[in-house]
């Protein structure tokens, strides 16, 4: 008799197990189940209509992807490294020399840095004209160091006194 209870009870056990699947499957299947075509998660309208949109979009992408060529030259090759030039640069023999200014101030340490030249404010990238040859005189940039600047390609730093 002791053991006919332990094999009632998992029987009633097996039995509340399958109802709980049973249960399980049919909320399942009402949950997905169709009503109206709208009622979808994803409509076959909505979702026509997005495949529509992207035939417009693919519609506008070239067939035909555009190749690059490489022609090699003689003079050029794609392994040599820039720093491999033999070719010097000629120096000029000219000895440049800045025309002479008052240099009277500068401002470093803002968002637009400026110099006081000749008693005119000049910022980076501004050309001061001289008379000499008609070329004038490119502020290259305003630091801590002094004033840049770029006369007949050549760099020079000049601080204010």
């Known amino acids: 008799m002791a053991e006919t209870a332990p094999k009632k009870q998992h029987t009633i056990e097996y039995i509340a197990i399958g109802a709980l699947v049973l249960v ?3 909320i399942g299947v009402s949950r997905f189940k169709k009503g109206d075509v709208s009622d979808e998660v994803f409509s076959r309208k909505e979702f026509t209509q997005k495949w529509k949109e992207v035939e417009i979009l693919e519609a506008g992408v070239p ?5 690059i060529t490489f022609a090699p030259d003689e003079e050029t090759s794609p392994f040599k490294s820039p720093f491999d030039d033999t070719e010097e640069i000629k120096q000029t023999d000219e000895n440049v020399v800045l025309p002479e200014m008052q240099y009277q101030g ?3 340490k803002s968002t637009r840095p400026q110099a006081i030249i000749n008693n005119k404010v000049y910022d980076i990238k501004d050309v001061i004209n001289v008379d000499v040859a008609g070329e004038g005189i ?8 002094g004033i840049h600047l770029v006369y007949k390609k050549k760099e020079f730093i000049v601080r204010p006194k």
């Open 63 to 67: 067939k035909n992807e555009k190749t």
């Open 138 to 145: 490119e502020i290259k940039d305003i630091n801590k160091d």
């Open 106 to 108: 500068m401002i470093w």
């Open 24 to 26: 399980a499957l049919v």
